[in-house]
Structures are given as structure tokens and as C-alpha cells.
């Protein structure tokens, strides 16, 4: 009997607004961790590449700085960490999204989170989404500089022997680990966009 009434004490529209909220929430976070496990493990390569690079080329022997890392990877490594670092804050808000859903479909409306603060989280996940995506954007613009300054820089058809003017798989890595993290965050910002939109006039 009392399983009956609290169920008729549910509202039908709060109940269909949290399952949305656990469905949306639940699958980009799933889909960020995913995405951001993918530019962790490329980071990490390219920074163990890295250290790798300057165990062989040592500096004594750098004499130029066209001969030298490039210091493109450097910045293009620090805002990967940043953009990762937001991505994992990102990972959080969407668990967020996913419990003001639970408490939503409880029957008691104690339970029941605020407009203002489910508006807030959305708002707060698509600002972390937008930032993140112009982190990355930036990380992938200095890994990309970096790739366009070896290729311009090595004569065509003759023999490089210069090792550090040669395109390295971790010029590569990074620039995919970077792209690898605008579509992680882009993900987190749809979800959190899209159900702002949708929730604006529905709450």
C-alpha cells in the first residue's frame, strides 16, 4: 500500500525530466572518460617520448635553434594537462547531472533539486566544455606549429642527419592527443547545452 501511494506521488513530468537527466549524464561521462583516457595515454607517450628524444640528443650538441626541441611541444603539453585537468572537473559535473536526475525521480519532494540549481550545473558544464575545447584548440594550434616548422625546415630530397629536424611520432601524438580532448569536451558541452535548452521552459 505504501509502495502504491508513493508511487502516485510522483510527478510524471519530474519523473521523465530526471530519467533524461541519468540517461544524458550517465553516457557523457562514460564518453568523456573514454575520450580523455584515449589524450591521457598519448600524453604520456609523448611526454616519455620526450625524455627519450633528449636522452639521445643530448643537449651539448644542440648548437641552433632550428637544432633543438621546438618549444611548440612544451606549450602544446601544458595546455593537454590543463584541458584534461578541466575534462576530469567536466567528468564530475555530469555525475552532478546524473544524481539532480536520481533525486528528481524520488517521491520525496524534499529530495527534489531546485531550477536554479540544475540550470547551474548545465550552465556550469557547458562554460567548463567551451573552455576546455578552447584549451585544447590551443595546445593542438602549437603542436601543429611545431609540425609546420620541421616540415618547412627539411630539404626535399636530401638525407637529414640532423635527428631533431625530423618529424617524431610524438609531434604527432600530442597534436591527436589534443584533438582527442575538443572532442571529449565536446561531448560534455552538447550534453550540457542541449539540456539547458531543452529544460529552460520545461522546469
Given at each position: 500500500?505504501?509502495n502504491t501511494?508513493?508511487?502516485e506521488l510522483?510527478n510524471p513530468?519530474l519523473?521523465?525530466?530526471?530519467k533524461i537527466?541519468q540517461?544524458?549524464?550517465?553516457?557523457?561521462?562514460w564518453?568523456?572518460l573514454?575520450l580523455?583516457?584515449?589524450s591521457?595515454?598519448?600524453?604520456i607517450?609523448?611526454i616519455?617520448g620526450?625524455?627519450?628524444?633528449?636522452t639521445v640528443t643530448p643537449?651539448?650538441?644542440i648548437t641552433s635553434f632550428?637544432?633543438?626541441?621546438?618549444p611548440?611541444?612544451?606549450m602544446?603539453?601544458?595546455?593537454?594537462?590543463?584541458g584534461i585537468?578541466?575534462?576530469?572537473?567536466g567528468?564530475?559535473?555530469g555525475l552532478?547531472?546524473?544524481?539532480y536526475?536520481?533525486r528528481?525521480?524520488?517521491?520525496?519532494?524534499?529530495?527534489?533539486p531546485?531550477?536554479?540549481e540544475v540550470?547551474?550545473i548545465?550552465r556550469?558544464?557547458a562554460i567548463?566544455?567551451?573552455?576546455?575545447?578552447l584549451?585544447f584548440?590551443?595546445?593542438?594550434?602549437?603542436?601543429?606549429?611545431?609540425?609546420?616548422?620541421?616540415?618547412?625546415s627539411?630539404?626535399?630530397g636530401?638525407?637529414?642527419?640532423?635527428?631533431?629536424r625530423?618529424?617524431r611520432?610524438?609531434?604527432?601524438?600530442?597534436?591527436?592527443c589534443?584533438v582527442?580532448g575538443i572532442?571529449a569536451?565536446?561531448v560534455?558541452?552538447?550534453?550540457?547545452?542541449?539540456l539547458f535548452?531543452?529544460?529552460?521552459?520545461?522546469?
Open positions: 500500500m505504501k501511494i508513493s508511487t510522483i513530468k519523473e521523465a525530466i530526471g537527466l540517461i544524458v549524464g550517465w553516457v557523457s561521462i564518453m568523456q573514454g580523455g583516457g584515449t591521457i595515454f598519448l600524453l607517450l609523448t616519455s620526450r625524455k627519450f628524444s633528449r643537449n651539448s650538441q632550428t637544432q633543438g626541441t621546438l611548440g611541444i612544451s602544446s603539453i601544458f595546455w593537454a594537462v590543463l585537468l578541466l575534462l576530469l572537473f567528468c564530475y559535473v552532478r547531472i546524473a544524481r536526475g536520481r528528481l525521480r524520488s517521491p520525496q519532494p524534499d529530495l527534489h531546485s531550477k536554479a540550470m547551474q548545465l556550469l558544464g567548463l566544455g567551451f573552455a576546455g575545447m584549451i584548440i590551443i595546445g593542438s594550434l602549437s603542436g601543429l606549429g611545431v609540425l609546420l616548422a620541421k616540415s618547412i627539411q630539404p626535399q636530401v638525407t637529414i642527419y640532423n635527428p631533431t625530423i618529424i611520432s610524438l609531434d604527432v601524438f600530442i597534436n591527436v589534443n582527442t572532442a569536451h565536446f560534455g558541452t552538447t550534453a550540457s547545452a542541449g535548452i531543452w529544460l529552460h521552459p520545461e522546469l
